[in-house]
């Protein structure tokens, strides 16, 4: 994969209506997007697939809706306030600024790039002999790197779990880092940034009360525990899901929707006996690498990467990392919190948030494992995997979007062959028809060739067709978007085809 593919992903999304700068009118803001008809659909299909397999799929699971607003003491007792910032550093020639962290690990991306040339350079000089493990783990220059690479990672964790800003700024000097934009050293010193956005509530001046846009979602759901334990019957373990809006000042804003100012998190908190986490922990990093897999991209996108540095509160995290077109990221968090959260709410509101278990007969604070998922990643991650430019035999081109078909945005497409001849009201009949248990598109206009390019760019998985034989003996065409056959079906018979293929069942077991 590579940045030309990303820019034709990009340029695609926006071209088939899936995601738009926002304000684009007045230049788009940056690092916020609006998401377009097929997007919205693709989005919303995310979502459910997601909360099917969470709430819908577990009895000891519920869901909430919380308010992105919330009382600014929740940020304060889960350490936000204090401790949710990223560490800054400007260029005093050009102005700009930068996370200073962020600089180090371009740097070591260049480092890397100068094994994978060396790589490719061997592979290209050797051929089919070349053995790339060995030259990796023998070639002297590639190993010269790699300790490099070791050695500042090594010297940047420790900066960062320290929160030693000096000792940042000390290994930007030392790697001789300079500014992109004015090619200079002369640097500010590294300052922590803040990266909740503020707000205030009430009119009046003076009396109005400072609030943050939430930055996670699951504050929402352990504030809510007691409610949820009084009104939903749960007992432990169970866990609480939710689906929403957070929003973080990020101040590397690029990789187009990967890394957002505005984006949603689709997060569970998973309540569970103190003692027992770790068990669930590994039960839940299987379940959602089960769910990744469900979707049936190929596995090697995906990996796990185990946190070296664990937060305070954590006594275990992972990333599930998706491989993007610009390399590995992670797209979901799991993360065994501890009780940290609830106890925090706990001393700060002076209200109790805790679990009698009625058989341990004990009273105690659940300990918490959590799921984390970007869904603005999620669908970033299924464009970039379906996303592919194929030579037909006739010597054209396609594009194609091989989304499965559980998340396309629109499932099936009906289309006349021609615009005459009754074909068109036939076409439509079959639409109506469709409509009340599918996301169908009719289409009619151009040669059919080019109307079923227009479905395979927005990864309809199926195209009905209505020709003159319909019209004889009510049966149409079914064309399958990624193997291009056609296979001759009753008309009638096509509800229950889509509702074997999109069967979440299928899919997810
Ligand atoms: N409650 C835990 C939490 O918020 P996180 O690792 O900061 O953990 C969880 O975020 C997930 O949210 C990430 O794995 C990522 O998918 C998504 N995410 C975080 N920051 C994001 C951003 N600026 N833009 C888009 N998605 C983001």
Redesign the pocket.
């Known amino acids: 994969m590579s940045d030309d593919l990303f820019k034709k992903i990009t340029s695609h999304a926006k071209e088939y209506g899936f995601v738009y700068p926002s304000s684009e009118i007045y230049d788009g803001l940056s690092a916020v997007y609006d998401y377009g008809p097929n997007g919205v659909l693709l989005k919303n299909n995310i979502k459910q697939y997601w909360w099917k397999a969470m709430v819908q799929l577990h009895e000891n699971i519920v869901g909430i809706d919380a308010a992105i607003f919330m009382h600014p003491t929740v940020w304060k007792a889960s350490g936000h306030t204090d401790a949710f910032n990223d560490p800054l550093i400007d260029n005093k020639d050009s102005k700009k600024r930068y996370r200073a962290d962020q600089l180090v690990e371009d740097h070591l991306a260049k480092i890397q790039a100068k094994i994978e040339k060396e790589v490719r350079k061997a592979r290209k000089r050797f051929g089919d002999a070349f053995d790339e493990a060995k030259f990796r783990a023998e070639h002297p220059r590639v190993q010269k790197y790699a300790a490099q690479i070791d050695e500042i990672s090594r010297k940047l964790n420790n900066a960062l779990a320290n929160n030693d800003l000096a000792a940042l700024k000390a290994l930007i000097d030392e790697l001789e880092i300079a500014d992109p934009v004015s090619g200079t050293r002369n640097w500010t010193d590294v300052k922590q940034f803040n990266l909740m956005f503020q707000t205030q509530l009430g009119a009046v001046a003076g009396s109005a009360q400072h609030l943050y846009l939430r930055p996670?979602?699951?504050q929402g759901i352990f504030v809510n525990f007691n409610n949820v334990l009084k009104t939903a019957r749960v007992k432990i373990p169970f866990g609480i899901a939710q689906i929403g809006k957070?929003f973080?000042n990020?101040i590397i804003a690029r990789q187009f929707?990967?890394?957002?100012?505005e984006?949603e998190?689709m997060?569970m908190q998973f309540f569970v006996r103190p003692g027992t986490e770790m068990k669930w922990y590994e039960s839940w990093k299987e379940k959602r690498m089960h769910w990744h897999r469900s979707l049936g991209f190929p596995a090697d996108l995906y990996r796990f990467k185990d946190h070296e540095q664990l937060a305070h509160y954590a006594n275990a995290a992972t990333?599930i990392e998706f491989r993007f077109p610009f390399g590995f990221k992670?797209?979901?968090?799991i993360?065994s919190r501890t009780d940290f959260d609830l106890r925090r709410h706990e001393e700060f509101s002076g209200r109790k948030m805790r679990y009698f278990d009625p058989e341990t007969r004990e009273t105690y604070i659940p300990y918490v494992i959590?799921t984390?998922?970007?869904l603005?990643?999620m669908f970033l991650a299924v464009l970039s995997a379906s996303y592919a430019e194929e030579s037909l035999d006739d010597g054209s081109t396609r594009i194609v979007l091989r989304i499965p078909a559980i998340l396309a945005p629109v499932q099936v497409a009906v289309l006349p062959l021609v615009k005459k001849d009754g074909l068109p009201e036939k076409a439509r009949e079959i639409f109506d028809r469709l409509k009340w248990d599918f996301q169908v598109q009719y289409d009619e206009k151009d040669a059919i060739g080019r109307r079923y390019r227009r479905q395979d760019a927005i990864g309809t998985p199926y195209a009905v067709t209505v020709d003159h034989q319909t019209l004889t003996d009510n049966t149409v065409t079914l064309r399958n978007r990624d193997t291009m056959q056609q296979e001759r079906i009753p008309a009638d018979d096509i509800p229950h085809i889509l509702n074997q293929r999109l069967n979440l069942k299928a899919w997810l077991d």
Do not use: C, K, P, Y
């Not at 929707?257 to 100012?261: C, E, K, L, S």
């Open positions: 996670e979602t699951a957070a973080r990020e929707i990967f890394r957002m100012r984006f998190q997060e990333d992670e797209l979901e968090g993360h959590e984390s998922i970007g603005d990643r």
